[in-house]
């Protein structure tokens, strides 16, 4: 959205195709994933579970951009300016603040005990 909003493209690099970018968004989810899911172990999961996954997903970005760069032909100097710009850019920092806000919710959650509603009219009986 961000894109949309600016008007500008997230990876603008004359040679490079959508491998790096769609890379270092499935790498940022896996790393999101595993933290929150390294934070959400302990009984009383603690909010600072929200830093660690952030940073996590925002690290795991930049590797996976880096790495599907590389991978799709670009040499290493193109490569890392391109995760120099996304880092000190808006692209990087997006990902972390939406990492650190989706690990917040769900640290809330599993603190809360929050289980599915239950209607008044259900019954724990079977009809």
Do not use: C, K, Q
Not at 45 to 70: D, N
Not at 72 to 94: E, F, H, K, Y
């Amino acid at each position: 959205m961000m894109s949309l909003a600016t008007n500008t493209d997230v990876i603008d690099t004359r040679g490079l195709t959508a491998v790096p970018g769609a890379l270092g968004i499935a790498f940022a989810t896996g790393a999101f994933a595993v933290a929150l899911g390294v934070g959400l172990r302990p009984r009383h999961p603690s909010f600072f579970t929200a830093l660690w996954a952030a940073l996590a997903a925002a690290l795991a970005y930049l590797a996976g951009v880096w790495i599907g760069a590389v991978g799709t032909g670009a040499d290493l100097a193109l490569a890392t300016s391109v995760i120099g710009r996304l880092a000190i850019g808006w692209a990087a920092p997006v990902v972390a603040l939406g990492g650190a806000i989706a690990a917040w919710g769900g640290v809330a959650v599993a603190r809360t005990g929050a289980r599915p509603p239950h209607w008044p009219w259900e019954g724990d009986d079977a009809e």
